[in-house]
């Protein structure tokens, strides 16, 4: 069984940084691509970003060249770096992993920025 635990959510204000981590348990966290995702109140989820197994990334417009998503096997963990933080990405930011036609999801985990 996949388990998914993110971290590392809270509140900053507008131009501030967060880090999130999402712990994988299980085998072959190698082989994942990881994604985040996040949804805030009234709205679908949507995608962050994602790095395959190979570490090609792809993010949202919204957050090109102020989130950066990485990943350390050896920890079987996914972080998603977020910088210059804006009130629009206030959400709970989900975790997950995909293989083929199969998917984990975290619990999420809530970002506030005020302003």
């Known amino acids: 069984q996949v388990q998914l635990v993110e971290s590392g959510g809270g509140s900053v204000q507008s131009g501030g940084s967060l880090r999130l981590s999402c712990a994988v348990s299980g085998r072959s966290f190698s082989i994942y691509t990881m994604g985040w995702y996040r949804q805030a109140p009234g709205n679908q989820r949507e995608l962050v970003a994602t790095i395959t197994s190979r570490k090609d990334t792809n993010y949202a417009d919204s957050v090109k060249g102020r989130f950066t998503i990485s990943r350390d096997n050896a920890k079987n963990t996914a972080y998603l770096q977020m910088n210059s933080l804006k009130p629009e990405d206030t959400a709970v930011y989900y975790c997950?992993?995909?293989?083929?036609?199969?998917?984990?999801w975290g619990q999420g985990t809530q970002v506030t920025v005020s302003s």
């Open positions: 997950k992993a995909s293989l083929y036609v199969n998917y984990y």
